[in-house]
């Protein structure tokens, strides 16, 4: 019976197949190990030179790592195997495809750049594995997080005619006779989607031409952005630490295996329920000063300040009530002190730095005109989004969350490279 080595369990004492790769290989005179990997997880095979042909010894004796291969074997559970706990006591063995000798990552250390330079391969190791499944299982919870309210998919365009970000950070690409802009973030379209369906989300690819060579930063990343009408800020936080509450809990409802893998201390985890503390702008920055940093008000936050800031709490910190001018030209500034707007970011613990941006959008026609002339972008792209505001305006407000933030802090993983397959970086875009 064809198997997964994720089920191994469920056949103890019985006689499976495994089709996958050679991880690895050791031998100890008529007995081999071979590490046999299938994308669902690792196991020890091992085989025995009195169980098999001469044929297939040889062919054995001869396999180079990454070969792909067929076994059959007789399960067992096996306290102290790697990997898995269980075994294979092979009976048959198959070869499909020899890998050539030169399989360029061994099971010696190797840099990142060289790493990053064989991306397609190195996902085939063990951390990459468990990356890549919590990865699909925090993209899977936002998700149902959604669904489950009721919120509406709806998919935002790639390319679009204006900034929604800030106007450095685009790339801009041959559109025909003219020429477009790879979108920065769906929240615009979502503006659109929500007032003609109520709660909406967008899941999809964005893209900033950002400069930064940061652990942060990268020039294509997934961005998972709901948006709401009739909403007040709060009522938003309330969503956000909701939702980030239930991807932690999920991840560890499901993923215990790969955290191990990433040696993640979870206890840091388990402690992740909502309600999460909020300080505001003006307030980290009096705390920030106690701490010695010079940052001035009206400056952005930096990572240092976000890092001083995320040590005072074991949970994700709201920081609300940015500066007007920190922030993009759509955020509603506060009644109560036009000064400062009514948006967060919310401060993922660890100093994984922010995970999610958000807030109220501003509602009314004239004010939003003025904030697009004040930022000198050009009206005429944003006509269809100023009619929004035109034709039954409703206060509404939203946010975005970068899934390979949130990864790399779930996973415990330093650099968000690692968070997405195929990264792309300032300096990046291979393979
Ligand atoms: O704070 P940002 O720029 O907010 C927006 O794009 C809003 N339009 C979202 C909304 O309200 N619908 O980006 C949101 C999140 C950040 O908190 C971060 O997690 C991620 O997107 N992010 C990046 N992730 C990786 N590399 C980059 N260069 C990123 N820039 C932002
Ligand atoms: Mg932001």
Known sequence: MKVFIKNIKDYVGQEVTLEGWLYNKRSSGKIKFLIVRDGTGFIQCVVSKKDISEQE???IDKLHQESSIRVVGKVSFFEKAPYCKHELTVSKFELVSN??????ISHKEHGIDFLLENRHLWLRTPKQNAIMKIRHRIIKSCRDFFDNKGFVLVDAPIFTPNACEGTTELFEVKYFDDSAYLTQSGQLYMEAAAFALGN????????????????????????????MTYIDLEDNLKIQEEMVSYVVQEVLKSCQDELKILERDTTKLENIKAPFPRLSYTDAVELLKSEGSNIEWGSDLG???ETIIASKYDKPVFIHRFPTICKAFYMKPDPENPDVVLGADLLAPEGYGEIIGGG????????????IKDH???EDAF?????????????????GMGIERCTAWICGVEHVRETIPFPRTIYRIYP
């Open 200 to 227: 909406v989300y967008c899941f999809g690819p964005t893209f900033r031409s950002e400069k930064s060579k940061t652990r942060r930063h990268l020039t294509e990343f997934w961005m998972i952005e709901p948006e």
């Open 376 to 378: 000198n972008l050009p």
């Open 99 to 104: 890998s050539q000798e030169d399989y360029p």
């Open 57 to 59: 010894w040889d062919i």
């Open 303 to 305: 990572a240092p300040d």
């Open 360 to 371: 109220q959008r501003i509602d009314d026609y004239d004010l939003l005109l003025q904030r």
């Open 383 to 399: 006509k269809w989004y100023l009619e929004l505001r035109k034709y039954g305006s409703v206060p509404h407000g939203g946010f």
